[in-house]
């Protein structure tokens, strides 16, 4: 039996169903602790219920009242929260002329209005228990990826959220962890409207990135980018951001879909 700072601890994961929340509810679940997996695909929660214990809680975030539901049966099934790990996300790629007001929506309330009232309705249990929510940003909230332009502002308003309620939320006792994952082989692409056409940088496993944000956990950390090197772009983009756009034109791969626009 796991005796980690994990063991036992009583976690949500969104988007448990794929990619990198089921990634991470498998690595949680060796550190003994006991989950309640969100998403929409109930044969994928099931199947990772078999796995790892963790009680399914299908629902589609989409729906307005959905976030405070998932919470409140994740609290019923576990009987308090220790960890919420909000990482459902969608992406939607090419020129933002070319997206529908219906596509815009969509980014709109899964990855920022879903967050934010699942955020609402979880803080209060976290305080009692003094955890730790985990919110999944992306490494174009970070740097502003052309063809991503909607995409990239949900993220980043992700991670302003994130900086922001850290300092309102740290002296109750939560934590906020910010994770800014780059390319990640997940069916993320497959799902959004175009594939991932870059030629680099070359997706990493979901699995190691689910490590290291277990690993940022349980090191009480704020802040995850993964894989590490995206760190140093993210630091020149916030630095110099005049010198990291002459380098981005010079040597960033641009996608398909805007090498014709
Ligand atoms: N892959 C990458 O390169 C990458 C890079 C940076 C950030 N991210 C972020 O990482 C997060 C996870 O993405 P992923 O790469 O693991 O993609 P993924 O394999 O497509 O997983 C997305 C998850 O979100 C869930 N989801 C989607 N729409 C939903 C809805 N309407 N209601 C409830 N759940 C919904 C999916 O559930 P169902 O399968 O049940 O529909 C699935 O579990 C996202 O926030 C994404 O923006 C990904």
């Known amino acids: ?13 969104t988007g448990a169903s794929s990619g990198i929340g089921e990634a991470t509810a498998r690595v949680l679940a060796t550190r003994g602790a006991r989950l309640a997996a969100a998403g929409r695909n109930r044969s994928a929660l099931a199947e ?7 009680q399914a809680l299908p629902g589609d975030l989409l729906d307005p009242a959905e976030a405070r ?23 939607w790629a090419g020129p933002f002329d070319e997206m529908t007001p219906a596509d815009i929506d969509r980014l709109l309330d899964l990855n920022l209005r879903a967050t934010a009232h699942l955020v609402h309705a979880a803080l209060p249990a976290l305080r009692h228990s003094g955890g730790r929510l985990v919110l999944v940003g992306s490494i174009a909230g970070m740097l502003g990826v052309p063809g991503e332009a909607w995409y990239s502002a949900t993220k980043a308003g992700l991670a302003g959220f994130a900086d922001a309620l ?23 692409f497959d799902r959004r409207n175009r594939g991932y056409d870059r030629q680099r940088p070359r997706p990493v496993a979901a699995e190691r990135l689910a490590e290291a944000l277990v690993a940022a956990v349980e090191g009480g950390r704020d802040e995850l980018v993964y894989p590490g090197w995206l760190r140093l772009p993210a630091r020149l983009h916030g630095g110099l951001p005049g010198l990291y756009r002459a380098l981005a034109r010079r040597f960033a791969s641009p996608p398909t879909a805007l090498r014709s626009a």
Not at 1 to 13: E, K, N
Not at 171 to 187: D, K, S, W
Request: glycine fraction near 16%.
């Open 48 to 54: 990772l219920g078999e796995a790892t214990g963790a």
């Open 69 to 91: 539901a998932t919470v409140r049966r994740a609290l019923d099934a576990l009987g308090g929260l220790d960890v919420v790990v909000s990482n459902a996300g969608i992406g």
């Open 1 to 13: 039996m796991p005796d980690g700072p994990l063991a036992g601890a009583r976690i949500l994961v």
């Open 166 to 188: 850290r300092a309102e939320v740290t002296p109750a006792g939560v934590g906020v962890t910010l994770v800014t994952p780059g390319v990640v082989a997940t069916r993320f």
